[in-house]
């Protein structure tokens, strides 16, 4: 039986008849909350400026942000049906005669959020000039990417826990640098075995080559990568993000001194680990080693 069926089976992942798009079993939740409780442990002392955004973002910023030309394929947008008493009749006659009827919708000013971290740039551009001493946040969001799959940790519809650092070069590279070390500790303090690799975003198209190995040759993406589905091929769980100053020139974030912020996210893929614990350890929780139980629920 895949795993995909075992986590079904076992109730602690909930088939809705979508790819990627499932319940969650209080159980599930259980070991996303503690996961999250050990985060908040590591990196509480840092202060960091905690927000939460929904899961959608306004749709100029999103626009803005240059999505559609790197991940179009990825993209999700809300649309809503915006016509008259008219319209509505034949909506609902499109509908009874099994035709298209999504198309006459209209997109609203929401998009769903891609990256937990989207919302924030435009947020603190907003605020003015960052201080020399750089900005922390501490994001956490349901996140939509429509990448449809049975791997269960390719999901539509995940969370995703951030740290975003903006600042002087030196001082968000030392932050992506800090997350990557407690990174690999946290996942060993909770019995998994781990390698960091560098990586690349899954950018659209032939020009998207090019961007993919630029990425990768200056390093500016790693992975946390931890066995879920695979042995060999493992699922990246964190990922660990250098933009350069690309967001601080994009968003016009700066600071104090009248440069550019360079800007830096550490992202948890909350489900993914879930599911690392429970490729590893098995689906019952109660029988995972003693020492991992402690280090989540003390
Ligand atoms: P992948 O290469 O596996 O597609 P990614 O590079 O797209 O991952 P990021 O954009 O860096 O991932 O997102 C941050 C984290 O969010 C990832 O490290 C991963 O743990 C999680 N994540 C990304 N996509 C998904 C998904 N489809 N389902 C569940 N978790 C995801
Ligand atoms: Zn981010
Ligand atoms: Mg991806």
Redesign the pocket.
Known sequence: MSFLDRLFESGLLIDTGVD?LYGRSGQFEDVIAAFERLIDKIGGADGAEAIRFPPGMNRAYFEKSGYMKSFPQ?AGTVHSFCGNDHDHMSLLQCMEEGKDWAKEQKATDIALT???CYPLYPTVAKRGPISMEGGLFDLQSY?F?H?P?KDP????L???R?YVCMGTEAHVTTFRQTWMDRGVDMMKSIGLDVEIDV????FFGRAGKLLANNQRDQNL?F??LIPVTSQANK?????F?YHQDAFGQKWGLSLKDGSVAHTACV???????ALALFAQHGLDVAAWPEAVRKTLWG
């Open positions: 990627g990825l891609p990256a937990a996140c990417r990448e799959s940790a390719r999901q539509q995940f969370r995703m951030e990586a690349n975003d899954p993406k992975e946390l699922t990246a769980c964190m990922s993000n992202g948890f893929g909350l489900e993914r680990i």
